[in-house]
């Protein structure tokens, strides 16, 4: 059941006179019952002259709230009880018709479709219980608007918007004419009425019917700006349903490859909280056999069998551990108060298990700190990691290495009779940090450090069947100094390597493979994996023109075998390292938050295994159309993109374009973008290219991230903008935006400061950008990893040897070259990119009287994520910014700033 909500669009003041503007009919297809035509609303059911009646809605039938009152002496508002503790959840309630509830014990109730809130039957004479019913209906709003919401009838009510409450009636009204209202924003996107109604015999009502009705306070919006009511709580992709996804934060599975342990993190409410679930899976079987929702789960492995899953929790002193045993179902804490430890792994034969603990350094009492090196500005730094061991059997714990510089990783060998771990050591020359790979014996702890490798980009370490070599990703060439004589690279296209722990011959088997190895994208191959199979061959996940796929090298044949997965991207693997050959990821694609799959590669074939949130599957309607963008560039490099187009796109209207990138070190392959996809939904185009740069497109492409700053990205970027402005219909190249973080905010300003005689240059309407570096000389020397980045970024270039290139490829700098609006996001605490970098460029725009805004989160890091809602926020803020400067609807950013400037 659908209908058409026709708004006034007059202010309140004008509402009591008579409209005359005729009625726009919209037509909304509802997916479901036949998808009945929408209507016309009217004017009617109580309805004053301005205002418009919402007229489909899902109605259950009214039943009696039981309450027992056993003493004369206890007072009770029956009404007021039932509204303010309603039996259905208010805050994310999404009826369908025919769905069932339960509002009390022994009535089960439909929601049915209904044009007119009638909820007869009355109570009978003498019916002391009180009665309650629920109407819920959907406003598919095109455009933020404020109005009011009016409920008019006799009964008492409470009504919500999205969860909020409105306006309420605690008691029966004298007559059918009665009106209460509400003042409300209506934000874009499908908003949510629930009305909660309740009578008792008492009141004596001649009729139980209630009519809600709307009325816009916004005399300039057009009529297709005006919201349309529907009963279908299906609908496109916005803010609200973010907290609605759920993904795999971590795997593992038996050796036997029969197994699957798995955690799956999602989101409890709109506040943050977050949600984790552990769940296992019988492979062979393809059912889940145990589901563990208990406790803080913090890691766990398999022990070398099977039969047994070691968990660890966070407890309220550390954390304690578990075993869970998969024969009997039983959980057993087998250790409690565990300080600081993560890393576990087991010994090949069950009876130890190594895990890291770390020691915060105890507070010396000086009032001031001597810096130790450039890394003593880290938090933790000074901390010390050590490798322990634990014995289940006898409840010991006993450390079993010392040393200055912690392990980042390790690995087990075969047999159990020695380590192989990784650590990050300070390098006086380039690259200033480099990878130590060390051999430890279990049983002497006598230890050996087999090389130097001269990069601090290497992944985990795969030990070899044999445990005579291990295998990991790393840059194609070490950096060999201040001198560097090989080529300058985009650490993050990654080749696979091999260590003879013996003899220490490096090897890189990948030099002309141009898939980047256990890397990531945006949104895919996260938690790339490297790993050896039972044959000998080297198992990894790479990352090649948007699509992941699984690889085998066999080192012994130099040869290269291809799987593709089941869907465009992959993240999380978890791979049968003994006699298994199954992969299990979390399968990446560009619709949705993805599912569950694995992979059987003896055989060659994928399969879902299971779905994530139920509730996105449940209530999203579908994608908005996604097209690959790939054009040639004036260099005849090819430059990779996709294409959101605007919700109900018409080729003969004309929209504004986002432009949503990143422009560093990683690009944009087959996963769920989010901010993207609303963007879509709430009807802008955008464009998400991949310029040069970026990691998973070929080594050639990846190098000229190295002392670049902008000069090819941005000639990429806005080529493909000129592409898609001349080949798309509708796009309005005059309403284009550039819009990222970390090196992409850098990028939005360089844009946006380039000089317009430029041959590059676009001439972009407005911009955002979140904690960017507006100065490289001063994140060079003041974020955390700014001196080990730009060792990369700006390779053998510093301020005292090469001044003009960081004058002439920083923002700031250009700064009197940014002549349209710019919206500059910063937390507050970022270590990363220090907030000072927005804090330069807002100061510079400021004086020379350019219009900015500059918004800081107070105690958040770099991306703003320690509070979700913080995050979401800032992204709201995009599009508020975006509309208002895009398409000239102020409404939202300026509710939002109204108050904001005390002097």
Known sequence: MSGIITVSRRPFQEAAMVRNNGLFLVSLIVLFLGAAPATHANAGHGASPGTEAINSWLKTRAV????AVLDEKVEVAPVSLALDAPPLDVADLWAAAGDKAVLAPGTEVKFRPTTELDFSPLP??????????????????????????????????????????????????????????????????????????????????????????????????????????????????????????????STDITRDGKFLATRISGWQGDQGDRTARLEVWDLKDRRRIWNFQGGSIQSFRWDPDGE???????????????????????????????????????????????????????????PYKTMWSLEDRWH?????????????????????????????????????????????????????????????????????KVVLFRSYSVGDLALSPDGKQVAFAAPMDEVTGNLNTNPEHNDNQTDLWTLDLK?????????????????????????????????????FSGLWNKTVKLYFYDPRQDRMEEHDLGTPGGSQFAASEGSGTTLVYHGDVLESPGDVWTLDWKRNRHQRLFSLSPDFRRLISGAPRIEDFDYVNSDGVTIPGFLFYPRNYDPQLSYPMVVDYYAGVFGFAGGFYWGSTVLANRGYFVYVPTPRGAAGWGQ????????????????DMNEGVRAIVSRVPGVDGARVAPVSGSYGGFMAMYLLSMDKDHPDYYPYATGISDYGISNLASYWGKGWWGYLYSDMATAGKYPWNDAPFYVDHS??????????????????????VPVSESDQMYTALKILGREVAFVRFPGEDHGIVGKRTSYLTSKRMHWEWFDKYLKDRPGAWEARMEGEFGK
């Not at 895990?355 to 105890?362: A, G, L, Q």
């Open 64 to 67: 009696p709230m039981p309450l």
């Open 124 to 249: 009978q004479a003498g019916s002391e219980a009180a009665h309650l019913a629920y109407a819920v209906t959907y406003l598919d709003n095109p455009a933020w608007q404020k109005g009011r919401l009016q409920v008019t009838g006799r009964a008492p009510f409470r009504l919500f918007l999205d969860g909020q409450k409105v306006c309420d009636r605690l008691a029966a009204a004298t007559a059918d004419t009665d009106q209460v209202s509400g003042d409300v924003t209506l934000d874009q996107g499908w908003r949510r009425l629930v009305l909660v109604t309740v009578t008792t015999a008492e009141d004596s009502l001649p009729n139980w019917s209630l009519n809600v009705n709307w009325e816009t306070a916004d005399s300039t919006l057009a009529p297709s700006q005006q919201p349309v009511v529907t009963t279908d709580p299906r609908h496109p992709f916005d803010f609200p349903d973010y907290w609605r996804q759920e993904s795999v934060s």
């Open 308 to 366: 047994r899953l070691l968990i660890q929790m966070a407890a309220d002193k550390g954390s304690d551990l578990y075993f869970w045993h998969r024969t009997t179902g039983l959980l057993e804490r087998v250790d409690t108060g565990l300080e600081q430890a993560a890393a576990f792994t087991w010994a090949p034969d069950g009876q130890v298990i190594y895990y890291t603990r770390t020691t915060p350094r105890e507070d010396d009492g000086k």
């Open 380 to 448: 933790g730094w000074r901390d010390n990691s050590e490798i322990w061991y634990y014995v289940p059997s006898t409840g010991t714990h006993r450390q079993l290495t010392a040393m200055t510089f912690g392990p980042d990783g390790y690995t087990m060998a075969p047999d159990g009779s020695f380590l192989v771990l990784k650590r990050s050591v300070s390098l006086a020359e380039r690259p200033f940090m480099g990878t130590e790979i060390w051999t430890l014996d279990t049983r002497t702890g006598q230890a050996r």
């Open 503 to 539: 003899s220490g011959r490096l090897r890189n088997h990948t030099r002309t493979f141009e898939p980047a190895i256990a890397t990531g994208s945006y949104v895919t191959n996260r938690g790339g994996i490297v790993f050896w199979d039972e044959s000998g061959k080297i198992g």
């Open 700 to 715: 050639e492409f990846a190098d000229t991230h190295p002392n670049d700053w902008g000069t090819l990205t941005s000639r």
């Open 811 to 832: 923002p700031l700098f250009q700064a009197d070259n940014v002549t349209v609006p710019l919206l500059l996001v910063h937390g507050d605490a970022d270590n990363n």
